[in-house]
């Protein structure tokens, strides 16, 4: 159970989201493209931290570091694959997507971009592209609320469905009073809460070793691979364990931050505030589980599940105070992408099939409205998903990334980089990439090759190759 000073963070932890939600309700949600893409105002810190934290969740706080922990530093690659794949989607994404999506009709959602990039009159790629996003948003939110009714069951000393639900309020809250901007700067502020903790976690434990031990030397006595790079795998295993990174070029809740930056010309700026962050952060969930292990193997200590390494450090080694602190930090990681995925959801339940199919003629007051009521309806089906904590949708979401990565990543490229792409390309693409990926799962091969490579190379044959069959556009 948490002291009150633990308590006391916590609480203001809270207050500060749910304050920055009632700022951006106040600043901008007077339209549909206020409220679902702040009006393309954002600056460049803002969308550096805001991308990169709504990408990590709680995966980067718990995921990571005890995957370090339990087979070693080759656990890294899959940090290294996500750092160039971010850079890269930063420098082939970025420029490209914030200067076409206002070109091609000032586009406010992904789907609607694709539907007026390929002048799509039957909305048919537009509607696919939305219902990818709805279906596998609702499992990736219902993840995280688990994730948090989780740690409040086993860090703070609540109810699985207490913490359920104070995860789930909060965020809700926020999103629906903000929208955009309101989940911009509540993942700053989470982001830069993340890589504080990821700082001194980390450099604490090291502190905490005994005098003239070596954290190389103690890893080594447990087993001489866990220092290596490359040691206990193969240049296949390495290959597919970097190739995480090609997830980024099609992650919506992660892309949609470059339609909303104020300029073009603030993009070299937030890239590199990002890239730093992200090098900040992974090198300290990297190092969480590293001197996490030799700091339990030398205090003499057992840990159950490594994922916990992190928060059996914070209680180890921090006063109650910090502790809350530190807490917020792996809540901040799962609210930020959980905010993020609701708001993505519920733009593309709003423009793409409400303003699409329903009514066209909607107000924006009306399409604000909607949007909310929208955050809300995906909010509560995550809510159904997450009521069960071992529910099969945790498996199902653990390939998410590589879905969403092989259908959208070689459409949202090509679409960007290539003219020559036709709307039958785009669609076949989109929809070989998801079909390999999920083939690729049910038939057990995911542990020889990740199936983001196989779908994402499939993906790509297709869009060329259809689209070199059919007349140019």
């Not at 076409?100 to 959602?109: K, N, S, V």
């Not at 733009?347 to 409205?369: C, I, K, P």
């Not at 979401?397 to 259908?407: D, H, I």
Request: hydrophobic letters at 55%; charged letters at 10%; aromatic letters at 10%.
């Amino acid at each position: 159970m948490l002291q009150p000073g633990a308590i006391a963070s916590l609480a203001v932890y809270f207050a500060l989201m749910l304050g920055i939600g009632i700022y951006a309700w106040r600043k901008s949600t007077a339209s549909s493209s206020e409220y679902l893409l702040s009006g393309r105002q954002l600056g460049p810190a803002v969308t550096a931290l805001a991308a990169g934290a709504s990408d990590m969740s709680g995966w980067l706080m718990l995921g990571l570091p005890g995957a370090l922990y339990a087979s070693g530093l080759v656990e890294a690659w899959i940090a290294i694959g996500l750092f160039i794949g971010a850079l890269a989607n930063w420098i082939i994404v970025a420029p490209r997507l914030r200067e076409q999506t206002e070109r091609f009709g000032d586009a406010l959602t992904i789907p609607e971009f694709l539907g007026n990039r390929f002048n799509d009159k039957s909305h048919m790629l537009r509607l696919t592209a939305s219902i990818v996003i709805i279906v596998f948003f609702a499992l990736y939110s219902a993840s995280g609320l688990v994730a948090g009714g989780k740690l409040f069951q086993s860090a703070f000393g609540a109810d699985y469905q207490t913490g359920l639900w104070i995860t789930a309020s909060v965020v809700v809250a926020y999103v629906v009073l903000g929208g955009f901007l309101a989940v911009s700067l509540t993942d700053f502020v989470q982001g830069t809460i993340m890589a504080i903790a990821l700082v001194i976690v980390p450099w604490m434990a090291w502190q905490g070793l005994p005098a003239g031990l070596s954290v190389g030397d103690t890893l080594r006595a447990i087993d001489p691979n866990m220092t290596s790079l490359f040691a206990g795998t193969t240049a296949l295993g390495i290959l597919s364990t970097a190739a995480w990174g090609l997830g980024y070029f099609g992650q919506p809740h992660i892309i949609v931050r470059f339609m909303a930056i104020r300029s073009v010309k603030d993009i070299p700026m937030a890239r590199n505030i990002c890239m730093a962050w992200m090098a900040i952060t992974l090198t300290g969930a990297v190092l969480v589980g590293l001197i996490g292990r030799a700091y339990v193997e030398s205090s003499g200590l057992s840990v159950a599940d490594p994922e916990t390494i992190f928060i059996l450090l914070a209680g180890e080694l921090f006063a109650p105070v910090a502790v809350g602190f530190l807490l917020a930090a792996i809540l901040a990681a799962i609210m930020s992408t959980i905010s993020a995925q609701l708001l993505v959801t519920g733009s593309s339940l709003t423009e793409d099939v409400y303003r699409l199919f329903v009514r066209r003629e909607a107000s924006e007051g009306e399409v604000v409205t909607v949007g909310r009521l929208s955050v809300v309806a995906v909010a509560g089906l995550a809510m159904l998903l997450a009521q069960n904590p071992e529910s099969s949708v945790l498996s199902l979401v653990s390939n998410a990334w590589a879905g969403f990565g092989a259908a959208f990543g070689p459409v949202i490229i090509l679409a960007l980089t290539w003219q020559r792409m036709t709307l039958a390309g785009a669609m076949a693409g989109m929809v070989t990439g998801a079909l390999v990926v999920i083939g690729w799962i049910a038939l057990g091969w995911s542990s020889a090759m990740y199936e983001i490579v196989p779908g994402f190379v499939a993906a790509m044959l297709a869009i060329v190759g259809v689209s070199l069959a059919r007349r140019r556009p």
